[in-house]
């Protein structure tokens, strides 16, 4: 049912409008949290607050991304707060080895997506001029792609893959709807973003369905 109320939303974004969505979208958060509870077997509150935040901050970047700008930036701050808090289970049992051979992917990659942060910065949300804002959000989404892509390079377990497409998925969303809102509107670019958006939102609860067996699952077989 997410999937299909997810699917939705893509289409009344492109056939319809942006706008539009904000009546179809709320469905795919709140299917998506009931997937979890009943997969799951119990109430996540912090799962309950990251897609609160979720559904409630698209609502408002379908309505007017500039004009409810300072209602947005401080829900996906948290949301993307709350979301490394979720992963906390993995973050905390970690125990990456960094030898020099280790360190070269994540630092390569973190130089690339800081590079990509500052440029998109840059040419889309720094006209709004609200320096401490931007910078928060730009910290808030950074740390949550980063500890993303941390799971999935330090730690192989097959699963992982779900972790690597929610952080790739996000980085195109992110930069993709900024470009688009506020550089170059074009249905293709909005089409992307929306896909990207419900298989990265889909891939991050479906990874908490079984973060806990992969916890239980002994980190040294895979690392």
Not at 166 to 185: N, S, W
């Amino acid at each position: 049912m997410a999937l299909i109320a997810g699917v939705a939303s893509i289409l009344v974004s492109v056939t319809i409008s942006n706008e539009d969505t904000a009546y179809v979208k709320p469905f795919f958060h709140i299917f998506l949290f009931l997937f979890y509870t009943l997969s799951a077997k119990r109430f996540n509150f912090f799962l309950f607050l990251f897609l609160g935040c979720l559904l409630v901050a698209e609502y408002f970047v379908a309505k007017d991304f500039v004009g409810y700008y300072y209602i947005i930036i401080p829900l996906f701050i948290i949301s993307f707060i709350t979301g490394i808090a979720l992963l906390r289970p993995m973050l905390r049992f970690m125990k990456a080895e960094w030898s020099r051979v280790d360190i070269f992917t994540p630092l390569l990659s973190a130089i690339g997506l800081a590079y990509v942060i500052v440029s998109v910065y840059t040419l889309t949300i720094a006209p709004i001029d609200d320096t401490f804002l931007d910078i928060a959000g730009m910290a808030a989404f950074s740390l949550f792609v980063i500890a993303c892509f941390y799971v999935t390079i330090f730690n192989v377990h097959p699963k992982n893959v779900y972790l690597f497409i929610t952080g790739a998925g996000y980085m195109f969303v992110c930069m993709g709807y900024l470009i688009y809102e506020l550089v170059f509107k074009a249905t293709i670019l909005l089409a992307l973003v929306n896909i990207c958006e419900v298989l990265a939102q889909f891939y991050f609860v479906l990874y908490l369905v079984h973060i806990k067996s992969i916890v239980k699952s002994k980190f040294q077989r895979y690392l």
